[in-house]
């Protein structure tokens, strides 16, 4: 039992160990007023948050139940069936479904990329990229002005799609869309949320043919209404939204996916330094993970693509490097072939890694309209 | 080590005429005693009125501080106990467990660096599936990587089914073996290991099925977040999570397998993440890498007690 471990501040632990307290037994009986007073020279507020610490700390030592090794953990086959009994939330395309398992997992965090549209000075670049199939290889151009691969399109449509009711097979839950870049249409979600609701009444109508006055009540408004915006500016407002989710999470339990767009935007432009970069995007990443396990919710983080210059070759890479790629839990790598869109699961522990198309259509995401459905396994 | 004053309830001996000598030679604290030159302190007792009353004390605290310390334990000792207790666990991956002479050993610190989706989570569910048909095993977590489904998936490879009710039998037990416990921060785990300890404790006294693997998935994102600032708080975290690691495998004769992650170096090679002064605290360390689009993953031994270093492998998951 020693001071080191306990969540106290640096310069508290600093002044406890040179004033002799240097393990736990040693602040068991002594009062706030006493450490206060003595020659520690802090606050009284303070010495009441060390004693609480400590106190804390010694208790978790004592009431240790012997059924389980350490409090909180389960074990791995009573994980199994929560697993099987977990909701997916659907891509609305079959095929990018598929892959994923069902769709997008709660108590996960998800990583989605896209490919960059900055532009190369002086040229119009070709880049050959080959992919994880081997000799497949695929022609990237740069265009400025082409709206994108549609990350914000597969945000906006998973922000949808996860307030599908449970009768229809979805999570029926709110969302909270946190926006970095303003790329957010308000009309395009309207849109999406019509789609949505007109492949609900077709379903309805196709299958459950006696359930005549079971229409559907939702309108495209209210899909509007259970998702929550936040418009980020800055990477400080970003910090601060995620430690404010805790409390916003405990006031609203039916939230069931936070869709970040884009986690990266606030930290590429001037941030001169590297390791505050690195520490900051760590802490994020934890913080998020704590939200998605607590609240049994999906976590989809959309990134850009960098490119990364190694043995005279371009290469593709998520942006914010190495220690970003490390932190999520599955990475999904979205892609140009020839004309169509492709998913490919790049990072996952239990998936198989596979591609497939979609297409990005006016009523949202949809699976890719070639006559190639074929799903490409590794 | 507690002040002198706060001993006097549990040792009498040590009443306000010893601290009153002690303070007028600038000790306050057990370890004030320790710094000071005893044969000088000694000495002035000797000269003192209530010298035997003095020499009581200097006395008890040095048994005190003889209490703190390990028992002292000579090389025949030390090899009986790594032949009775130290044994290895193979991962059941063919191309690890020949590169490491068998596996990965008990009561030493195993890490597995490498860049993202190397395999690194693969290899430690791997062998997780295997240890847990025999012992218990422990998984912490940091990025909601665990999958029990993989778990299942490796066990199911291993045995013929002869009824579903069998497999399903055998699934249950070698699983139930296996506790997993997500932890956020590097305090969280602090009290998680605090816990295991005393709970292994406990189980060193009496038989049965026990625990021998510790897997942290990963030890790098917990520590990230604390490295790089002005403060040295964060270094200093990390160093004693390391030795507590060790502490915890040596003691408890425990495997620990933990995982690191890889950042860009000099000449745009990967090296592992934490830094230099993490570099010496595993005692063995594996680098791993995937060969994009296969299944086909090479290892390489950068650190490791009695195998060369710089050999490498293959395997296949």
Redesign the interface.
């Known amino acids: 039992m020693e001071i080191w471990r306990l969540p106290i501040s640096a310069s508290q632990r600093g002044k406890l160990i040179s004033a002799g307290y240097t393990s736990l037994s040693s602040l068991s009986s002594i009062s706030s007023s006493d450490l206060a007073r003595g020659e520690l020279n802090v606050s009284e507020s303070e010495a009441m948050n060390i004693l609480k610490v400590a106190s804390h700390s010694r208790g978790s030592e004592t009431s240790n139940a012997s059924c389980s090794i350490v409090e909180g953990a389960q074990s791995a086959w009573d994980m199994l069936h929560d697993e099987e009994s977990l909701m997916h939330i659907t891509t609305s395309s079959a095929d990018l479904d598929n892959i994923l398992g069902g769709g997008i997992h709660c108590k996960e965090v998800t990583e989605i990329g896209w490919s960059s549209l900055s532009l190369i000075v002086n040229s119009v670049l070709k880049y050959k990229l080959t992919t994880a199939f081997g000799s497949e290889s695929i022609i990237f151009m740069l265009i400025g002005g082409v709206p994108g691969i549609g990350k914000t399109q597969l945000g906006i449509q998973i922000a949808v799609n996860v307030q599908i009711p449970n009768d229809f097979g979805g999570l029926g839950g709110k969302a909270i869309y946190i926006d970095t870049e303003g790329s957010f249409m308000v009309e395009r979600a309207f849109q999406i949320a019509e789609a949505c609701i007109e492949d609900m009444s077709e379903y309805n109508r196709f299958l459950r043919k006696d359930f005549q006055e079971c229409k559907i009540k939702m309108q495209p408004q209210d899909i509007l209404e259970n998702i929550f915006y936040f418009r980020i500016c800055s990477y400080t407002e970003q910090i601060a939204l995620i430690n404010y989710l805790d409390k916003f999470l405990s006031e609203h339990k039916d939230v069931k996916v936070i869709v970040v767009d884009s986690v990266t935007f606030h930290f590429r432009q001037d941030f001169d330094d590297m390791a505050l970069r690195t520490r900051v995007l760590s802490g994020m990443a934890l913080k998020l993970m704590n939200l998605a396990k607590r609240f049994s919710l999906a976590v989809v983080l959309l990134n850009q693509v960098t490119t990364k210059h190694t043995e005279a070759s371009f290469q593709l890479a998520l942006a914010l490097g190495d220690s970003w790629s490390h932190t999520c839990t599955n990475r999904i790598v979205l892609y140009w072939n020839g004309n169509e869109r492709y998913a490919y699961i790049d990072k996952s522990p239990s998936l198989r890694s596979a591609s497939a198309a979609y297409s990005v259509t006016a009523r949202g995401i949809r699976n890719s309209s070639s006559s190639c459905k074929r799903i490409k396994m590794m | 080590?507690?002040?002198l004053a706060?001993l006097e309830?549990e040792y009498p001996v040590l009443d306000s005429t010893v601290r009153n000598f002690c303070a007028s030679h600038g000790i306050?604290?057990v370890?004030d005693f320790l710094i000071h030159d005893l044969y000088m302190l000694a000495a002035f007792a000797e000269q003192n009125n209530s010298s035997e009353r003095l020499k009581e004390g200097i006395a008890q605290v040095l048994s005190i501080i003889d209490d703190m310390h390990q028992p002292w334990l000579n090389g025949m000792e030390l090899l009986e106990d790594a032949k009775r207790n130290k044994h290895v666990f193979p991962t059941g991956i063919q191309g690890i467990d020949l590169l490491l002479g068998g596996g990965i050993r008990v009561g030493q610190l195993t890490e597995l660096v490498g860049?993202?989706?190397s395999g690194k989570?693969?290899v430690c569910?791997r062998t997780a599936s295997n240890v847990?048909r025999n012992h218990?095993v422990?998984?912490l977590d940091?990025?909601?990587?665990?999958?029990?489904?993989?778990?299942?998936y490796f066990l199911g490879k291993t045995i013929n089914p002869s009824s579903a009710q069998a497999k399903n039998q055998f699934?249950?037990k070698v699983?139930?073996?296996?506790?997993?416990?997500?932890v956020?921060?590097i305090?969280a785990m602090?009290?998680?290991l605090?816990?295991?300890e005393?709970?292994l404790r406990?189980q060193d006294g009496r038989g049965g099925c026990q625990?021998r693997l510790l897997i942290v998935d990963?030890i790098?994102?917990?520590i990230?977040?604390?490295?790089?600032?002005s403060?040295t708080?964060g270094r200093?975290?990390m160093t004693?999570t390391g030795y507590l690691l060790k502490k915890l495998a040596h003691q408890h004769n425990l495997a620990v397998l933990i995982i690191n992650?890889?950042?860009?170096g000099e000449g745009?090679y990967?090296k592992p993440?934490l830094g230099d002064s993490w570099k010496c605290i595993p005692h063995s360390r594996l680098f791993l890498s995937c060969d994009?689009?296969?299944?086909n993953y090479n290892v390489s031994i950068l650190r490791h007690p009695s195998m060369a270093s710089g050999k490498a492998a293959r395997f296949v998951i």
Do not use: K, W
């Not at chain 2, 940091?142 to 299942?152: E, L, M, W």
């Not at chain 2, 994009?292 to 299944?295: H, L, M």
């Open positions: 080590m507690a002040r706060n309830t306050f604290s370890e860049p993202s989706s989570t693969q569910l847990a218990m422990l998984y940091t990025g909601n990587s665990f999958s029990p489904q993989r778990i299942a699934l249950q699983m139930s073996n296996i506790s997993c416990h997500s956020f921060d305090f602090f009290d998680v605090h816990q295991l005393s709970y406990c625990m990963s790098s994102s917990l990230s977040p604390l490295l790089g600032s403060s708080q200093a975290l004693s992650h890889t950042v860009g745009g990967s993440a994009r689009g296969s299944n």
